[in-house]
């Protein structure tokens, strides 16, 4: 049984944040003091500021960077795939403020994607995750239209790299298959994950990013993902399994009887819209079969050094006129040519939907 830390703050400059961080990282002390490397894992969904409350606020990173450098002397790094975002990492970094915040306190910044996929399972993730002793998981508490609530199990989605998790959208468009999916790709990540949530500004509404920041004023932290996802669920009001990776969690057996909420005065949150509709599973099917980004390689740029070849975990790249080639079928998008090229001619064809739904 893990312990439950829960504090209200009024802003991110609230001692009682400080206060949260400081008792959970001295419970995990050890750990923490053992470590050689770890890994910072904010919300980092798309190239929005602060104020929108889409990602993780760089006040509530500083914060946790502060406190943790009490504790450990590790590496620290920071590093997450903004989904259909990922090729503007850069942009995303600075508009959300984050990568100031790394910067500031000298904590090294890393794409996903520059590290080699590990397949296990039927799943494909970041070596990034194998790489580092510990995963501190800073989500932001927001509204989901397909998964309910994004909390801590989810966040961690972000270390599969590239659009391969929009792949898994296509793949499994019921929010019931999709989180049985991300909850079992989360348990792949053992027991090597901490968790601190940020609801200090949190998003609600036609989230994860079209909805509207409600100040919540609710910061959390568990060692137990499941634990501290069904603690602030319940903080909102909602039933557990309103969270759709919480639903398999329960499913799969996990006992939530340890968990004990504080009483909270929060808002009512608003659910977005579409959680609201029965949409039938065949129109989600056709909508996501029609949102995606492939890469493509430009002949003109390439001095076909083959890089791109080589670094293909499943052998999607043929060699067609002494150009690389792409088949498309076999392709797992983690983008990792994309990553290694370093003459730009791996480029991203994004379908018309993608277009639509993602502006530049
Ligand atoms: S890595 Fe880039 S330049 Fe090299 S062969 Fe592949 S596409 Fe061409
Ligand atoms: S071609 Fe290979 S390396 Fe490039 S995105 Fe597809 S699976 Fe990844």
């Not at 500031?104 to 799943?123: H, L, N, T």
Request: glycine share 6%.
């Amino acid at each position: 049984m893990c312990k439950l830390f829960t504090a209200q703050c009024g802003s991110y400059q609230d001692d009682s944040l400080n206060e949260l961080i400081d008792l959970y990282f001295e419970s995990e002390r050890d750990r923490l003091a053992s470590a050689s490397k770890i890994l910072l894992k904010p919300n980092l969904l798309s190239a929005t500021p602060p104020k929108r409350a889409v990602t993780t606020h760089p006040d509530f990173v500083r914060a946790v960077i502060t406190s943790l450098k009490k504790f450990t002397n590790a590496q620290l790094i920071l590093g997450d795939s903004p989904g259909a975002n990922f090729g503007k990492y850069e942009k995303v970094l600075d508009v959300t403020g984050v990568g100031r915040a790394a910067e500031d306190a000298d904590v090294k910044i890393v794409r996903v994607e520059s590290y080699e996929p590990v397949q296990r399972d039927g799943f494909m993730y970041s070596s990034l995750a194998d790489e580092v002793d510990v995963i501190i998981n800073l989500p932001k508490i927001k509204t989901h239209s397909l998964t309910g609530l994004t909390l801590s199990v989810k966040n961690l989605f972000g270390l599969i790299p590239g659009t391969a998790k929009v792949g898994f959208h296509r793949k499994y468009p019921s929010d019931t298959e999709l989180g049985a999916k991300i909850y079992q790709y989360f348990t792949l990540l053992g027991d090597k994950t901490m968790h601190i949530i940020d609801g200090i500004v949190a998003h609600e509404g036609d989230g994860p990013s079209r909805g509207n920041p409600v100040p919540l004023g609710i910061a959390a932290a568990c060692s137990d993902a499941v634990g501290l996802d069904i603690a602030v669920t319940r903080m909102l009001g909602l039933k557990d399994s309103f969270c759709m990776t919480t639903a398999e969690a329960l499913r799969m057996g996990y006992d939530p009887s340890w968990i004990e909420v504080p009483e909270t005065n929060v808002p009512i949150v608003k659910i977005p819209l579409s959680r609201k509709m029965r949409v039938p599973v065949f129109m989600k099917k056709l909508v996501a079969e029609q949102v995606y980004v492939k890469p493509v390689v430009l002949n003109e740029p390439c001095i076909k050094c083959m890089l791109c070849k080589k670094s293909c975990p499943v052998d999607a790249i043929s060699v067609v006129e002494s150009y690389p080639f792409i088949d498309k079928n076999k392709c797992i998008e983690c983008f990792c040519c994309h990553e290694v090229c370093e003459s730009d001619a791996v480029g991203m064809q994004r379908s018309w939907l993608h277009r639509m739904m993602v502006r530049s």
